[in-house]
């Protein structure tokens, strides 16, 4: 494929290019194994010499066709992807820690990433100190210990929608020998690239807008290739010395760049297993199709929607970077110059009852535990997503026990508001 074409052309091509004869849109490859005639062959797959398929928990070409449109789309040297999002951020992680590590991740994320790296790989001997993204270098700095392995965050988090600096992260990160893995669901390449700002790692839930239409769950990790593992080789065993359980393979030398995916798949799948489902990938891939058009959309409809709420003397407060007094409204634009996402989080005036009397109202929009697709809808992180969190862990993760996340979808933006103005008429 011509190399440098634009986010636009990669979301409708990229990642696939039929041959003479073959069919234009990405075949589904529903089929667990591979068949070979000489048994040596399929030995030299195993043994990762020769590229090839043989079992679609470890590759398949379909969902190989939609990574490689992911890594295209964000300027990675390869993807994988996963069952999950929830997935996409274990494996991203665990990638490279093992019992013993500790990880520094942003409180603002989305909350089921905050449950795994806070109660799950705390179990597995992962530690993890979550610090506000917004303080000071030096600040941040202080979280660093010997064993830090990793620096997280979001681009744009969920659902507090506080955007990542992400330079500020990277440098940190980069000052103390371990890569930036950002979380770049809500944003997607179309908005914001976090490789061209630093960060080492991609991950997604392309359960969201890159699917866009609620009808697959799934995730991805994207490398960016920029890490150099082996100059931090005591920091990263698991990449720069024998892998035991595969022939003694050194994956940052025997891969390079894509020593990091490599390990993804030929481990961690390998053991772990969490694969999309082939007939998923090509489901994400029709989403990914028009990602671009409906990203300006999602954009243009959340402006007005924002605009209108700020401006509503029975609303509290709205965070959408978009506004102009938001206080991400500067760094949004400096990463986000053509907008952030459809995503915002506002406050009404009054106490939770009235929070769940307007939501109760609303007739066209949703009441979902989703976000990011053509429907517009709304949902209550602290009587719904977010329950099993005290207060006090909710204060932690940024989130107040009064703010309504909405999600504007893709439909006429007058019928959108014309809804949110009744439901606000009978609170
Ligand atoms: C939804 C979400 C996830 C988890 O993804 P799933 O596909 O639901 O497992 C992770 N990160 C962010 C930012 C999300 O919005």
């Known amino acids: 494929m011509k190399t440098n074409l634009k986010p636009a052309t990669l979301c409708v091509r990229g990642g696939y290019e039929p041959k003479n004869g073959e069919p234009v849109e990405v075949p589904i490859i529903q089929s667990t194994t591979f068949k070979y005639d000489d048994s040596d062959e399929m030995a030299q797959l195993f043994d990762l010499k020769k590229e090839g398929y043989f079992y679609t928990r470890l590759q398949n070409p379909t969902n190989d066709a939609v990574a490689a449109k992911i890594a295209q789309l964000e300027g990675g040297v390869g993807a994988v992807l996963t069952s999950s999002g929830q997935a996409a951020n274990f494996y991203a992680v665990f990638n490279i820690c093992e019992a013993g590590s500790h990880i520094v991740a942003s409180n603002e994320i989305y909350g089921g990433t905050f449950n795994l790296f806070g109660v799950t790989m705390k179990k597995l001997g992962i530690d993890v100190t979550f610090i506000n993204p917004d303080a000071q270098e030096e600040e941040i700095q202080k979280a660093f210990r010997p064993n830090t392995r990793v620096l997280f965050g979001e681009t744009i988090s969920n659902p507090g929608c506080a955007v990542l600096d ?16 950002v979380d770049n669901t809500f944003a997607t390449p179309i908005n914001c690239r976090p490789f061209e700002w630093g960060a080492d790692i991609v991950t997604h839930s392309t359960t969201k807008y890159m699917d866009g239409t609620a009808s697959q769950v799934g995730g991805a990790v994207v490398d960016s290739g920029h890490f150099d593992w082996l100059a931090h080789a005591d920091k990263f065993p698991g990449l720069c010395t024998p892998d035991e359980s595969y022939h003694g393979i050194i994956y940052a030398r025997q891969f390079g760049k894509m020593g990091y995916i490599t390990k993804v798949v030929s481990q961690l799948m390998r053991d772990l297993g969490s694969i999309p489902a082939p007939m998923n990938s090509f489901i994400l891939n029709l989403g990914l199709q028009s990602l671009h058009l409906r990203m300006r959309q999602h954009c243009s409809n959340a402006q007005k929607v924002a605009e209108y709420l700020h401006d509503d003397p029975r609303v509290a407060w709205v965070h959408y970077a978009g506004l102009r007094d938001d206080r991400y409204h500067a760094i949004a634009e400096k990463y ?20 769940v009397k307007f939501m ?3 007739e066209m929009i949703n009441i979902e535990t989703h976000v990011a697709d053509t429907r517009t809808c709304v949902l209550h992180p602290a009587s719904h997503t977010h329950r099993q969190l005290t207060d006090e862990q909710l204060r932690q993760a940024g989130i107040a026990p009064d703010l309504i996340r909405l999600s504007v979808g893709i439909e006429d933006v007058e019928d959108i508001l014309d809804d949110i103005r009744q439901a606000l008429d009978k609170i």
Do not use: W, Y
């Open 166 to 181: 992400i330079e500020k992260f990277a440098r940190i990160a980069h000052r103390n020998g371990v890569p930036l893995i």
């Open 336 to 355: 986000m110059p053509q907008g952030t996402c459809g995503v915002m989080a506002f406050g009404l005036k009054g106490d939770r009852e009235v929070a």
């Open 360 to 362: 109760d109202s609303l």
